[in-house]
């Protein structure tokens, strides 16, 4: 939370560019947007020196809206360009957003092996168990007896639990929030900013227009009643038992993050082309 | 809830309950914007513009440069009381929804001062609690006044002959 006797330079609107967000009146995503400035506001992060990177869908539209640098790329191959960018330059801020369609469905494997390398990088999904853009097919997070037309009488099939498997991939860091608390989810992000290592942040932000009874989740959602812990058993065990609104930070795990020059000198670009010359 | 123990903090605190209304104002007005909904969006505007306002004559009062944050546990609920819910609103939506929500918000922030002068242990706090849930109570007067001339819709408002989505 802000500090009362510390005057911030840089405001939460500072971090928004002028471009509008086309998502559907009443979308999770334009709270977690402000979560987002608010975050980088508390830590004071010049726009410059931060990256924001996605994929596709409706949340993978963040980039355009923020101040910062931007690039939406391929479709579930979000962490797989933040990692190279990060690699490349290690002094960048790289946020990462998406959905849960492109995060955990094409997007599912760099998934894993992002978790695994343990970059440095804050992952940031918006969860609303459904893919929207392309107008409500059910996600690898959605019910399996959510029943709509493409899927009569539900999927059937049961639902990936993402916190569990970014833990046991070997994320660092851990954490649920909930859109319908902007400010609680900006101290999420900036705790995920601030640890070293592949942090991520899974945002239950509802979708209105396809899963309208996700408005039920303001009454469901709340705070974690545990601190966070650096034993991932026992955040396992947590996580594979609640009910799944459980609000915070979970596990904050102490990994070192991927070592990026190895003690390594650096090399310039040109000599390293010069290897894979044909 | 945590009472603020001083006047510094009080008026943080309400500089940051109009500084938030009037975000979320306009993020509901360019949405509305964006989904062609003019007459609700330039009345979501115009409600920004009003807690701008007073935001800005918080800080000339407090003779401030840069807001100061408020601290966690500042708020009764998650969010600030004079913000409408961001997911209570629907791109079909008229004018008369937009006041409703409009009046639920200056009710919550006139009830919030309410609770504030009735408990607040510094005197500075509960004399300038008491002004604003005044102030509040006459924005609340206001909107109804607004409601009662703008027509309230029929039942089938959100019917939509093209509607987003085709799997119900």
Redesign the interface.
Known sequence: MNDMTQPHALGAAQYKSGTKPIWCPGCGDFSVLSSVTKALAMLQLPPHDVAVVSGIGCSSRIPAYTSCYGFHGVHGRSLAAATGLKVARPELTVLVTGGDGDGYSIGGNHFLHACRRNVDLTYIVMDNHVYGMTKGQASPTTEPDWDNKLSPGGTGVRAFHPLVIALAAGANFVARAFSGDPNGTAEIIAQGIRHPGFSFIEILSPCVTFRPEQREWKTLAHPASVQATDDAARAARRIMTDDGFNIGVLYAGNRPAYPLMSGQVARPAAELEAEFLL | MKTPQSI??FM?QALAMEREAA?RYE??A??????N?REVAQLFRTMAGYEAKHAEAIMDEMNW????????GAWPA??SPEMI???????L?HPWHALELALAAEQRAEAFFAELARTASDESVRRAAIGLRDEEAEHVAMVKQWMAKVPKPSSDWANDPDP?????
């Open positions: 510094e903090e943080a975000q993020e509901i360019d949405a509305m914007e964006m989904h909904n440069v840069d807001a100061p944050g408020v601290p966690p998650v969010e819910p961001g997911d209570a609103v629907h791109y939506m987003p989505r085709y799997n119900e």
